[in-house]
């Protein structure tokens, strides 16, 4: 939402203000008596009976810890092992090592002098419900629409910005579609905290969703979400992403192939409910970025809607035609950025709202042709297209969506003309020593996580560099069948679910501590205590440029559950579409490991 917001002091503090009385006006949480002790840091939710169990206790020394169940019978003795690196405040951690207790039931940790963990529980499928539930927050993110109490809850809310008369903004005009004409935009997602619906954001949120359901079909149609579309006979992750994919639509122009880069209002809503909002919504111009994430998106979803011609006439077709359409005004257009800035010293009304500028295409490019060239089998796509730039491997964010186009072509590398891509080879290789290169170290980490080897990984949304790093050791996984890589997402997952310096389980609904006054208006706003469900927040950063103190500059502390701290709490949709991708992703993998491991003959 505020990836490009640079507050001024005077807007710092008009903001604070107005969320100070804000919080006076809400309804404080209920208060509940927290007993677990601070020093025990675990997965809130639990473990796998055959899965690596690890906590993370901050003080004392080597001791006896037990694990107890619901009587307070002790059916697990092991000893604490100090960490050989202190973690990033200087301080020793010690690791409490139970992997070798795998009877399902409910459990805590206890050390003598300090006390009882949170609780959690030992069982197969142990993630089902959260996984299921980062998907269903995107049915609470929904627009154009009534959240109704059959499929929300107590969160049911009215229908808000219907968006079916949008105005085109003087910055997006063409002689077909002037300035002020309207157009009809509805469906999509809100983006984040606010009421806006941006393309770049959508294309990698979407394209992460779509990819869970290409990578493990199988199981993505066991999941069910209820949702107003389920039993439609389309699997329900499909359902819900079609809701975003239909809008993304609407924002290409049907004239040349363009794409807007964003639907918005002029400025950020006030902390309201959606249907409060009146103010009249815009397209913005059309630029590169927003038209080649398009492109690879509806390439992608082509080839997965065309596997369901009954559910979807027609629609395989149309998302083809309008990837090509979108790639060949990239192609003639490879150099428009979006900026936000430039374009208010021109045009009226000045647009304020989230800017997701990006000035190079190179990745974008990449992302696309791999797209195209899996699609369409035409090698056409990727003979103008450095594959390999440079030797970077970073993990895909919605400004570097490279590794994007590298997972399409690996998970596909069986295929004929995918074999014969002269760089995949290379290609395989670089990602492969990227992710072990992501977890050398940790087995002396005092977190025991790839995401706690650097502070480099706390900036804006180190959540979903957790996540995202997560992604990558799956797909290491599945080139590989290395369970070295399967392990070390799990312990990434369990970092953002309780095993972190800052003790929350990071998404909203899930674990015993986790985020009540999340940077979310209708969380803030429907006078509800408990936030939206399934939500993950930003995560520790100390850079605070909301102006809001976070208690502790330490990267991986530097964490406030504080409804004004949107650079620490807001959440977004390309935050939640990594998490969910590695929760269900794990789960799938987890119940084909448990399948395999029945099916052993025994001696």
């Known amino acids: ?62 001791a006896v810890f037990t694990i107890q169940n619901t009587k307070k019978q002790v059916v697990f003795t092991g000893n604490l092992k100090e960490s050989v690196k202190p973690a990033f405040s200087g301080k020793t951690t010690y690791i409490a090592n139970f992997t070798a207790l795998q009877k399902a039931g409910e459990y805590k940790l206890y050390i003598k002098g300090l006390g009882y963990s949170y609780p959690f529980s030992i069982k197969e499928n142990i993630h089902q419900k959260l996984a ?12 154009s629409t009534p959240i109704t109490a059959k499929y929300a809850g107590k969160w049911a809310r009215t229908e808000g910005h219907p968006d ?66 389920s039993g439609n006979g389309l699997p329900d992750l499909l359902n819900e992403v079609l809701w975003n994919l239909r809008w993304m639509l609407t924002m290409q122009d049907p004239n040349d192939g363009g794409v807007y880069h964003k639907l918005t209002n002029a400025a950020f809503d006030k902390f309201e409910m959606p249907d409060k909002d009146k103010t009249p919504r815009y397209v913005v111009q059309k630029g590169t970025a927003a038209a080649l994430d398009f ?22 077709d149309s998302c083809l035609k309008a990837s090509k359409n979108a790639w060949k005004w990239a192609v003639e257009n490879p150099k428009v950025a979006y900026r936000q800035e430039e374009n208010n010293r021109k045009f009226s009304p000045p647009v304020t709202t989230g ?47 490279k590794l994007l186009g590298y997972y399409t072509l690996l998970k596909n590398e069986n295929q004929a003309d995918v074999k014969a ?8 290789k670089r990602l492969l020593a990227a992710a072990d ?26 959540n979903s560099e957790a996540a995202n790093e997560g992604v990558m050791l799956l797909q290491a996984y599945n080139l590989t069948h ?108 987890q119940l084909q490991l448990q399948h395999t491991s029945n099916s052993k003959p025994t001696k």
């Open 132 to 143: 299921a539930g980062l998907i269903k927050a995107y049915y609470f993110m929904r627009a």
């Open 164 to 229: 079916t008369s949008v105005l085109i903004h003087p910055s997006a005009a063409s002689d077909k579609r002037p300035a002020g004409t309207i157009i009809s935009s509805p469906r999509g997602w809100y983006d984040a905290g606010d009421y806006n619906k941006y393309v770049v954001n959508s294309g990698i949120s979407t394209s992460t969703l779509l990819s869970l359901y290409e990578d493990f079909p199988d199981y993505m149609k066991s999941v069910k979400l209820n949702i107003p579309e």
């Open 437 to 462: 290169e992501l977890i050398n170290g940790v087995e002396d980490n005092a977190w025991q996580t790839a995401m706690t080897l650097s502070v480099k990984h706390f900036g804006w949304g180190s």
């Open 1 to 62: 939402m505020f990836k490009n917001f640079k507050p001024t002091a005077s807007v710092v503090t008009h903001i604070a203000g107005i969320f100070f009385l804000l919080i006076l006006i809400r309804p404080c949480a209920a208060q509940v008596k927290d007993t677990a002790s601070n020093q025990i840091r675990l997965n809130q939710v639990g473990f796998y009976p055959n899965g690596i169990k690890t906590a993370v206790v901050l003080t004392g020394s080597p």
């Open 355 to 401: 800017g997701y500028g990006d000035y190079n295409f190179t990745d974008e490019f990449i992302w696309v042709a791999s797209e195209l060239f899996v699609t369409t089998h035409d090698a056409d796509y990727l003979k103008h297209i450095n594959l390999l730039p440079d030797d970077k491997m970073p993990v895909p964010t919605w400004g570097q969506v």
């Open 295 to 316: 492109a690879a998106v509806m390439a992608q979803a082509s080839r997965i809607f065309k596997q369901f011609p009954q559910q979807t006439p027609g629609l395989a």
């Open 421 to 428: 891509v002269a760089d995949l080879p290379e290609i395989k």
């Open 482 to 589: 290395n369970k070295k890589y399967l392990d070390n997402a799990l312990a990434n997952l369990d970092y953002l679910l309780g095993r972190n310096a800052a003790g929350y389980a990071y998404v909203t609904g899930y674990g015993s501590k986790t985020p009540m006054h999340p940077h979310h208006r209708p969380s803030a706003s429907d006078g509800i205590v408990d936030p939206v469900p399934g939500l993950l927040v930003g995560g520790p950063n100390p850079g605070m440029q909301d102006g809001i103190k976070v208690p502790s500059k330490v990267p991986d502390e530097a964490y406030i559950d504080d409804t004004r701290a949107y650079a620490a709490n807001e959440i977004t949709i390309n935050w939640n579409a990594p998490i969910a991708y590695l929760a269900n992703a794990i789960e799938a993998l």
